[in-house]
C-alpha cells in the first residue's frame, strides 16, 4: 500500500474548496459568461478503471471540452489513464485536491458505488458541476443529501441513467403514458447476465501496491481485504457494492418507474433471493426477485447470474469479447430480454431489449410501433453546464437518487429477512400473483443448474412497509438502520439537516 499525497483534513478541503469556487465566481450568472458560448468546459474524471474509461473517451468527442485533470487513487491506472490521453492533463490520486483546483469547472464520477454521494457533494461544495454514475448512492439517506446538496450549492448534477438521454425511449414512455396501450399491469426489468464465482479465499489478501487503499475505501470501513480480486469485485460485497440490484439493475428499474410515471419510493417493498449456485467471497445475491408496490402497478426487477443450465466454466467475469458473448447466450430471457425491460398494458406491451430502443406489440404479438434513439447524457450534461437550464437535464440527480433508493430498498428487504424453505416463501408470495409466478420461474432456474432451495434455501426478504414522503421505513427498526451507514472520518457524509453540515 502506497500514500503519495499527504493527508488533507475536511476542514482544510472546506476552506481550500471555498476559496477555489471564490477565485473561480462560480454562480449561474458568471458561468455564462465565462464559461458559456465563449470558454471551453474544464472537465476531469474522477475513477478510471471502469466506465471512467468511457467517460474520457465520450468527453473528447464532445466539441468545446477539454479534458483537464484525471483522478485515481491506483497510481498504475492513473498512469494508464494518462498515456491513453496524452499530454495536456493534470493528475491526481485525492480527489479532494483535485476539488481544490480552481483550473476545473465540472468533474464527472466513475468511482466504487460507496464513493459516489460523498465525491458528488463534495463536488458541489467546491463549486464543480457533476456528472455521477449510477447508483448515485450507497444508501438511502446520503443520496438524498446529495440532491440536497445539488440544490443548496446551486450546481448542475446529472445522474448517469444513460437511457433516459435516448429519444426512442423517451418517445416510447410519453406514447404508453398517452394510453396507447391501455392501463399498464406491471413494469418490469431484467439482468439476467452471466456472473461466475469470484472465487473463495482463506484469508486478507494483499492490496496492491499501487493503490492508496485508506483513499479507495474512503467512507467504507478500512477493512482488510477479503476478495481475490479489488477492482471491480467490490461490486459483489455491502461495504463498497449493491450487486447487480444496483450495479446493472438501476438502469432496468429506473427504467421501469420511468414509465409508470411515479415520482417517488413505493408503499412496500419485498425481495427473494440469495447467492446461489456456489461459495465465494461475494456477499450480493446473484439470483433475486424485487417487487415494489406502487399505485399505478407493481415494479418487478429479477436478478439471474447464473446460465440457462450449468456450464463447463463458472469462474469470474474476465475473458475475450467472444468469450463474453458465448456466455451470454447461455442465458434466460423473459419475452426475448435478458437485459431490459418488460412493461406489459391491458392491450400489449413494450419490450426494451438494448438501452435506447423498444417495440411496441399487441395482445397477439403484432408489431405495432417502434422506437429508436441514441445515447447523448454527456452531452446533454455538457449542454445544461452551460445553459444552466436544469430542467432540460435527462437524468436530474433528483430522479437518480429515486431509482438508486429502490435499489437499496430490495437489498435492505433481503439482507434483514431469513432464510426460508421453498414452502414458507411460496406461502408468503402466494397472495401476490405477479410475484408468485416470477418466483415460480426462479425455482425453475435454479433448478435447472442444479440448485435445491430445500438444501440451500434462498432468503425471504423482510416485507418493508415505506414512508415515501420521509424517505423512512415503518415499524421495521432493524431494517431502518440500513437506510444509512457508519462513516469514518474524514470521509463523512455531511447531514443537511443538521446545524453543523
Known sequence: MTTSIPPCSRRTFLKASALAAAGAAFS?????QVAGANGDVRVA????????????????????????????????????????????????????????SPDVDAITIAMPNHWHSLAAIWACQAGKDVYVEKPVSHTVWEGRQLVTAAAKYGRIVQA???????????????????????????????????????????????VPETVDYDLWCGPAPLAPLRRKRLHYDWHWVWPTGDGDVG???????????????????????????????YADDGETPNTQVVIHDYPTAPLIFEVRGLPS?????????????????????LMDNYHGVSVGNVVDCEGGSVVTASYFSATARDREGKVVKEFRGKDRHMANFIDVVRSRKEADLYGPVGEGHVSSALCHLGSISHRAGRAADPGQTLEQVRGNPPLAEAYGRLVEHLAANGVDLAKTPATLGLPLRVDARNEALVGSPEAALLLTREYREPYRVPDFASRTA
Not at 468545446?64 to 491513453?84: M, Q
Not at 396501450?181 to 484469508?203: D, E, P, Q, V
Not at 450449468?310 to 469462474?315: D, F, L, Q, R, Y
Open 160 to 206: 448517469g441513467t444513460q437511457i433516459r438521454s435516448g429519444e426512442g425511449l423517451r418517445e416510447a414512455v410519453e406514447w404508453v403514458r398517452a394510453g396507447n396501450l391501455g392501463k399498464i399491469t406491471a413494469s418490469r426489468g431484467f439482468c439476467y447476465k452471466f456472473r461466475g464465482s469470484i472465487g473463495l479465499t482463506a484469508g486478507p489478501q494483499p
Open 28 to 32: 449561474a450568472r458568471s458561468w455564462a
Open 309 to 329: 443450465k450449468p456450464v463447463a466454466e463458472t469462474a469470474g467475469d474476465s475473458g475475450s469479447a467472444e468469450a463474453a458473448g458465448a456466455r451470454a447466450s
Open 247 to 277: 450495479n446493472q439493475g438501476i438502469h432496468q428499474m429506473d427504467v421501469a418507474r420511468w414509465f409508470l410515471g411515479e415520482p417517488g419510493l413505493p408503499r412496500h417493498t419485498l425481495s427473494v433471493g440469495g447467492r446461489l449456485g
Open 45 to 100: 474524471v474522477v475513477g478510471l478503471n471502469g466506465r471512467g474509461k468511457n467517460h474520457v473517451s465520450s468527453l473528447r468527442a464532445i466539441p468545446g471540452v477539454r479534458l483537464v485533470a484525471l483522478c485515481d487513487p491506483d497510481s498504475a491506472v492513473l498512469r494508464r489513464a494518462a498515456e491513453s490521453v496524452g499530454g495536456g492533463v493534470k493528475t491526481y490520486r485525492d480527489i479532494r485536491l483535485l476539488l481544490a
